[in-house]
């Protein structure tokens, strides 16, 4: 069976072209009891390697290129992520949402879907109630355009509760606060978008910091949307109504229900994804939705997806796609949530702030050793830091599968060595640094040989091919991570691309070696393959360290 296999793949007869009827593999023999051995041609190996220089990009994987509806449209892709809380500190329960949502976001950009980055933020729900009033107390004179100054959310946040808690007049004023807000009074509203406003320029530190693009779309938006959704499902026969009024809905597999609406009237968090999932399908024309939350919303999703399809919204035949991704907590050394040694909860922008500081000491102890060579100014050293610092960061997070677990530790994720974005960075530099060495101390410019066209990459040696099978993989690696939408799958090929590069570079001469162009254009391509799988990542890459 095995042979009848090999005589049906390794076919060697040449086609009228004069090409050989295999283009892929050779060498195929029976080894053990069935067993097929084979190698992947040379030829096909240079074939992709030369087109990633040609093109200048890694070879998209081929559900990129027809991924389109109807040849022109592109499928709409709904991603729900960040999502922190009006008039609160992001904090580092936001950094796995932020950034896994990004990559995610990028991961489909670039095979093609119309994606929909949204920022669910919590502006709407009780709790504004009291903070409303807490704003009237202590910036009585807002009203006159002195927008407060506001510089500690979380300080703002937990004064306002501490009232509501201790003072039964000022919860009492907080909650009749609530019924205004939602009934519409101006003054509440205008409250309301001070609150708002003041917490957005706070969450763009972060998102600045990270090169986050989302849109807010907050609860408030859905606000309006909660009673028809309410009626639909009453029209349905999908609707029970509990004693003392509540409006819920059962699902297949769980004992407890979505609550569409509250016995004294008011709505909850079923209620706001509920009709944001309704809004998402028919007005956004959404084919796929991806929530981006801890892990344990993870069944709170289950039952609005489920929800969704008992009402006939979703059909996964027609196309229709759901899905969760969970994570899980970021930990300190103690394995419990990472927080500050007073206990509080950690500020994000104080601890990508951190990375950065760590990374900038790290660099000028580097510049140091190397007296007499290329010296940085300040800005570009600072430049550098921060975007090592922040790359160490996310790619800490990304490079893990999210259900897991991880404990926070500056020291790990900013180390040379293993699998780290610092690491990840040097390999990418080194390889530039090759190829401007190779400009300048022997005139072979690869910008000119990739442009003249003239020279072509030949992977003889078996590091060369290494490397350029590893190349190869990159399609595989993008079909992968739109699976399950998990980023650790690209993590796992460019770490293992560099690795396989740090061999190359290693086992064969480059600089003033017969193959030094064709070298030269090899580490071209796994530069740019490395780009791009930065880009993906959200990571930004330096030329030079």
Sequence with gaps: MAQ?????????DER??????????????????????????????????????????????????????????????VVDFSSPNIAKEMHVGHLRS????????????????????????????????????????????????NIPNITDLTVFYKNAKSRFDESPEFKKVSQLNVVKLQGGDEECREIWQVLCDVSRKEFEKVYNRLDITVTEC????????IAPVIDEFIAAGHCTVEEGGAK?????KYKIPLMLQ???????????DMAAIKYRLDELNAKQIVYITDFTQGDHFQMVFAAARKIGWVNEDSGHRLDHIGFGTVQGEDGKRFKTRSGDTVRLVDLLDEAVSRMESSLRERMADKEGEDKRSDEELHATASAMGYGAVKYF???????SNYIFSYDRMLDTKGNTAIYLLYAHARLESIITKGKAAHGVDVDALITEGTSKIVLAHKSERNLGLHLQFFADSIEETLKDLYPYHI???????????????TQCKVLGSPEMESRLLLCRATAITMRQCFSLLGIQHVMKI
Excluded at 36 to 60: C, W
Excluded at 120 to 128: A, I, K, P, R, S
């Design 4 to 12: 009848q296999i090999i005589d049906a793949v390794n076919n060697n």
């Design 16 to 77: 009228s072209d004069g090409s050989d009827g295999n283009p892929v593999l050779c060498d195929l023999v029976v080894n053990g009891p069935g067993f097929i051995m084979s190698r992947v041609k040379s030829s096909f190996l240079e074939s992709g390697v030369n087109d990633v220089v040609r093109n200048g990009a890694p070879t998209q994987p081929k559900c990129a290129t027809d991924i389109s509806i109807d040849g022109t449209s592109k499928p709409v892709v």
């Design 98 to 145: 932020t950034i896994i949502g990004e990559s995610v976001c990028r991961i489909l950009e670039y095979t093609g879907s119309n994606v929909q980055r949204v920022n669910h933020v919590g502006d709407w729900g009780t709790q504004f109630g009291m903070l409303i009033q807490y704003l009237k107390e202590e910036y009585p004179d807002f009203k006159d355009g």
């Design 218 to 225: 907050g609860e408030s938006f859905y606000n309006d949307k």
């Design 248 to 252: 819920c809905v059962f699902v297949p």
């Design 262 to 272: 509250k016995s004294d009237g008011g709505y909850g968090y079923d209620s706001t």
């Design 397 to 403: 997070d990304l490079r893990r599968n999210p259900t």
């Design 491 to 505: 993590c796992d090929f460019v770490y293992a691309l560099s690795i396989a590069a740090s061999e190359f570079v």
